[in-house]
């Protein structure tokens, strides 16, 4: 077996390499997408208060609404990537950050009754 493998990095050293980098590459995606898997799973994340700081994709992550319902429900047209937080989409729609978070729970609990989450 040993020779063989030597044998194979003898002659194609490139495609060994690749072989080496796809593996490894595999790997890390692999534990990445366990690790967001767990995050999200976790009950101290879901359904967490909304703060100024968060981002609309945190919070349709926490809440489980899907994206093409947040996005209208914040004005936020679909794939525009403003990196906007809750608290300037707020103030951009000159109302507080607990009336926004209101319709956002709102949306989550119609979301939810829909199945959609």
């Known amino acids: 077996m040993k020779d063989r493998i030597s044998r194979i990095r003898k002659r194609h050293p490139l495609l060994l390499a ?50 093409d319902v947040l996005g209208p429900l914040l004005g936020l047209e679909p794939g525009e990537d403003r990196r906007l937080t809750m608290g300037q989409i707020a103030a951009e729609r000159g109302q507080s950050l607990e009336e926004l978070a209101a319709g956002i729970k709102a949306a989550a609990d119609a979301a939810r009754a829909t199945g959609d989450r």
């Not at 796809?22 to 879901?46: C, E, I, K, N, S």
């Not at 359904?47 to 349709?60: C, D, L």
């Open 18 to 67: 690749l072989f080496a980098f796809a593996l490894v590459a595999m790997v890390g995606f692999g534990v990445r997408t366990v690790g967001f898997w767990l995050y999200w799973r976790h009950p101290d994340h879901q359904e967490q208060p909304i703060e100024a700081w968060m981002p609309p994709r945190y919070v349709g992550m926490s809440y489980g609404i899907p994206p």
